[in-house]
């Protein structure tokens, strides 16, 4: 049977778990769920379905908001009323009470774990193990956020003394939060700055990211539940128009995005008053591999195949690029092919599969014009029976070899299924590259000698923030610091680091003398105060 008839049968069989009635997403605003009153938008399924003439057409899973300009300038105003100056409830909550709401939160999400996972499933085209893996890894980075805020707010609550003064040190919160995560880990990502910032004591407006926004349906109303009117607030809509117009507002005190550093730099130059907005950034990366001579080819593969397709290469954390040695480039270029068509194409519900359709409809064209382009300039397709296959959204994996750095392909990140491969000579060639690139996230060592590996980690430490050996480049876990250099990001995201990137360090100090103490002591034991306080979290 041709590949095409058996991923796109005449007729699709969908799993009863995942046959949902169509969705109609709503909105969350001042502690209000709204379902009507705005636009809305036809939202597909990355999976497509054969018509009675047997074309391949898309298969509507529901509507998202829409929302205007003044809607969203709404959702910013009761942010900003929750934040209240910083004088809101919210954010003069002692850590005690906040930590108590997220862990309400937490379990109400919980019970609606099925039903975010289809949608994973079906609106973004992540596989059954790989949705399943990202509502999991949420739960547990609230866990671990949890606890972190626990040790944190413990540590912070023990008085100082240094210099005749008394002080207590805390962190504070900033303000109102925009938060935007990507479209290949809509959920997780998310909160891995939401999380962190209204547990600090900001309010959040959310900005649903283009392709997956069906599944933020069932989760909110536990953060309606669960979070005073105005510290939440969700929503979708035109990102060019409705952002744009948010931080004109001057009201946003924090940005916390996740996607490409050329709108990020956008959305940032929108503001007024750039030196009073707080940016945490996570962006493009270009995170090349490099195969040493001495390389073991069966880990060296098994990891590049991993790290680079891996949801169909849809991470900013996967290998975009592989420097192999020449003496070994055939060999280890023939294994990686045998490992990259080895993929199991299909549908995500699919056992085993690892290849899914894509959720943005246009990126196969995209993939297939740098493609081509890398081919004009010299580049092999090693792959050519399957490799740059396009079927409905599915774009089978491209093993390219022979790559010119005077490609697209070389420069920029691809964020798809298409691995290139680039033979060298010397390692200064590799190092070069890593120096000249514009990104700046991690880099692989696949290798055994010791002096070489450990001069390559002390020439690349100084350009990019994690280095990896004979490992895939990849995030967790998530108490190690994820961030990156030059275009790559800006802040710092671990369960620690964003605590710290979404709050600033902030004190009460007395003299030490008898006026001082007797102030002090008064405050704490009247316990008048959430700040200046020693009551410790258990």
């Not at 300038?73 to 954010?91: I, K, Q, R």
């Not at 997220?102 to 609606?112: H, L, N, S, T």
């Not at 990211?209 to 669960?226: D, I, M, S, T």
Request: proline fraction near 6%; glycine fraction near 8%; include cysteine.
């Amino acid at each position: 049977m041709p590949l095409e008839s058996s991923l796109y049968p005449a007729e699709i069989e969908i799993p009863s778990r995942l046959c949902l009635t169509e969705m109609h997403g709503s909105i969350l605003v001042n502690g209000k769920i709204e379902g009507e009153g705005f636009a809305r938008e036809d939202v597909f399924a990355a999976c497509l379905k054969r018509n009675s003439n047997g074309t391949l057409v898309s298969w509507r899973l529901g509507t998202a908001p829409n929302v205007d300009v003044a809607t969203v300038l709404s959702a910013v105003d009761a942010a900003a009323a929750a934040w209240n100056l910083g004088t809101g409830p919210w954010p003069t909550a002692s850590m005690g009470e906040r930590v108590a709401a997220v862990v309400r939160f937490r379990a109400d999400i919980a019970k609606v774990r099925d039903k975010v996972i289809a949608f994973l499933m079906l609106e973004i085209g992540k596989n059954e193990t790989d949705a399943s893996t990202e509502f999991d890894r949420t739960l547990q980075y609230i866990d671990d956020t949890l606890e972190a805020a626990r040790n944190l707010d413990r540590d912070n609550s023990r008085l100082q003394f240094s210099g005749g003064i008394i002080a207590q040190i805390r962190r504070s919160p900033l303000g109102v939060t925009l938060c935007m995560g990507p479209y290949n880990y809509p959920l997780n990502e998310t909160f891995t700055t939401l999380i962190p910032a209204i547990l600090m004591g900001n309010t959040a407006v959310v900005k649903m990211a283009r392709f997956g926004r069906l599944f933020w349906e069932p989760l909110l109303p536990a953060f309606q539940k669960n979070f005073p009117a105005g510290v939440v607030n969700i929503l979708n809509g035109d990102g060019k128009t409705t952002v744009t117009a948010a931080m004109r507002t001057g009201k946003i005190d924090v940005l916390a995005f996740i996607g490409s550093s050329k709108v990020g730099d956008i959305i940032k130059s929108a503001h007024p008053m750039p030196h009073r907005l707080r940016s945490i950034l996570g962006l493009d990366a270009k995170n090349p591999a490099i195969v040493l001579p001495d390389a073991d080819l069966k880990i060296a593969v098994q990891e590049c195949v991993r790290g680079a397709l891996s949801y169909n290469g849809q991470r900013c954390t996967a290998i975009k690029i592989i420097f192999v040695h020449a003496s070994i480039a055939k060999e280890f270029t023939q294994m990686l092919v045998a490992g990259v068509n080895a993929l199991k194409p299909g549908m995500p519900w699919h056992e085993g599969v690892a290849i899914t359709p894509l959720p943005d409809p246009q990126k196969p064209l995209v993939l297939k014009r740098m493609l081509d382009e890398a081919i004009s300039k010299g580049a092999k397709l090693e792959n050519p029976e399957l490799g740059g296959s396009i079927i409905g959204q599915i774009f089978f994996p491209a093993v390219l070899s022979n790559v010119s750095l005077d490609t697209e392909l070389a420069r920029e990140e691809q964020f798809g299924p298409i691995v290139p491969v680039v033979e060298y000579q010397d390692v200064d060639e590799f190092e070069s590259y890593v120096v000249q690139s514009n990104y700046g996230q991690q880099a692989a060592i696949f290798g055994r000698n010791p002096q070489v590996i450990g001069g390559l980690i002390d020439k690349l430490a100084n350009q990019i923030c994690r280095i990896n050996l004979n490992t895939q480049c990849q995030r967790g876990p998530d108490v190690y610091p994820f961030t990156g250099r030059k275009n790559s990001a800006e802040g710092t995201l671990s369960v620690g680091d964003a605590l710290r990137a979404f709050s600033i360090r902030s004190m009460v100090a007395a003299r030490h003398d008898d006026v001082g103490k007797s102030v002090v002591q008064g405050v704490l034991e009247s316990d008048t105060s959430s700040f200046l306080c020693t009551d410790v979290l258990l």
